[in-house]
């Protein structure tokens, strides 16, 4: 794909996820936010097998199956888990926002495990866009103290190591088949979790929540995450994280026109922050390749 390419896969991925906040918001009338992840991983998975399965080979090996499930565990469980149970105490809009702060873990991160070199300016964006979410998780822990900000920055904390572990340990693997196994993986541990403690309510099984979890697992997961692998086995993770500050800007926009969320002047003041991190983050828009990516994307194609 060319960059022009991966320009526009950018923005379709980034879309897609920022309507993901309103449509929760939707789905918890009818299931609970555990039930919201079983279901959204079984459609990944169904779909992630549809749409790719051509390029899906599995491993052989016992240490890379194990990866991909304790990448699917960072990546899609405890992640999605605890965005789902913090987006319920808290508006979508500011759910995506501190989601969010994982493009600023992601790039610490990979300045330290990674070894990757940061610019001037991406480092002072980051900082920027780091204060700007520091605003913001102060102006709504005063507003309404509660457990849900501190779920929705784990969620962030656990997505940003996902993305690191990838880059470390799963680029040799091929993105077809990374994206579909860690939710063929992680499917049967959210199955059992959620039968446990009944979680799903079968009785409560409405069309209306079926077509969210159809849209949600289908274009805005399982394709949405192959978009994801790709870029970052293409890209450096600090050239490709600091454009998913555009993922809140978009969600504020639907959560507005979809549910009528309004925020806080101190919450439009630290995003305006985040978006002047994004401007310094991305002098160089996909400028940072790295060569064990562009030989996974290679051997992905093969």
């Given at each position: 794909?060319?960059?022009?390419?991966?320009?526009?896969?950018?923005?379709?991925?980034?879309?897609?996820?920022?309507?993901?906040?309103?449509?929760?918001?939707?789905?918890?009338?009818?299931?609970?936010?555990?039930?919201?992840?079983?279901?959204?991983?079984?459609?990944?998975?169904?779909?992630?097998?549809?749409?790719?399965?051509?390029?899906?080979?599995?491993?052989?090996?016992?240490?890379?199956?194990?990866?991909?499930?304790?990448?699917?565990?960072?990546?899609?469980?405890?992640?999605?888990?605890?965005?789902?149970?913090?987006?319920?105490?808290?508006?979508?809009?500011?759910?995506?926002?501190?989601?969010?702060?994982?493009?600023?873990?992601?790039?610490?991160?990979?300045?330290?495990?990674?070894?990757?070199?940061?610019?001037?300016?991406?480092?002072?964006?980051?900082?920027?866009?780091?204060?700007?979410?520091?605003?913001?998780?102060?102006?709504?822990?005063?507003?309404?103290?509660?457990?849900?900000?501190?779920?929705?920055?784990?969620?962030?904390?656990?997505?940003?190591?996902?993305?690191?572990?990838?880059?470390k340990y799963l680029l040799h693997v091929g993105n077809f088949t990374v994206n579909t196994l860690q939710f063929l993986y992680t499917l049967p541990i959210v199955f059992v979790f959620d039968m446990g403690t009944g979680a799903i309510n079968f009785g409560n099984?409405?069309?209306?929540?079926?077509?969210?979890?159809?849209?949600?697992?289908?274009?805005?997961?399982?394709?949405?995450?192959?978009?994801?692998?790709?870029?970052?086995?293409?890209?450096?993770?600090?050239?490709?994280?600091?454009?998913?500050?555009?993922?809140?800007?978009?969600?504020?926009?639907?959560?507005?026109?979809?549910?009528?969320?309004?925020?806080?002047?101190?919450?439009?003041?630290?995003?305006?922050?985040?978006?002047?991190?994004?401007?310094?983050?991305?002098?160089?828009?996909?400028?940072?390749?790295?060569?064990?990516?562009?030989?996974?994307?290679?051997?992905?194609?093969?």
């Open positions: 794909m060319s960059k022009a390419a991966d320009s526009l896969a950018f923005f379709a991925m980034a879309s897609s996820w920022a309507l993901n906040y309103p449509l929760v918001k939707f789905a918890y009338e009818y299931q609970s936010p555990m039930s919201l992840l079983f279901f959204r991983i079984l459609f990944a998975a169904v779909f992630s097998f549809v749409f790719f399965w051509k390029g899906i080979k599995f491993p052989r090996d016992l240490k890379t199956n194990l990866s991909i499930l304790f990448f699917g565990l960072l990546n899609i469980v405890l992640f999605m888990g605890f965005w789902f149970v913090g987006e319920g105490t808290e508006s979508s809009a500011i759910s995506s926002i501190l989601i969010y702060t994982y493009p600023v873990i992601s790039i610490a991160l990979s300045a330290v495990l990674l070894k990757e070199k940061l610019s001037l300016l991406r480092t002072l964006g980051t900082i920027v866009g780091f204060l700007g979410m520091f605003l913001i998780f102060a102006d709504q822990l005063s507003i309404s103290p509660g457990i849900g900000l501190f779920f929705l920055m784990a969620g962030a904390v656990s997505w940003a190591l996902g993305t690191v572990y990838f880059k099984m409405s069309w209306q929540f079926l077509l969210i979890v159809l849209y949600m697992g289908s274009l805005s997961t399982s394709v949405a995450y192959y978009i994801y692998l790709h870029l970052y086995s293409k890209y450096s993770v600090s050239s490709i994280s600091s454009y998913f500050f555009a993922v809140p800007a978009l969600s504020i926009v639907f959560s507005y026109f979809i549910l009528g969320e309004n925020s806080t002047l101190l919450t439009y003041i630290g995003f305006a922050f985040i978006s002047l991190g994004i401007y310094l983050s991305s002098k160089r828009i996909f400028s940072a390749r790295n060569q064990r990516g562009n030989q996974a994307v290679a051997d992905t194609n093969k």
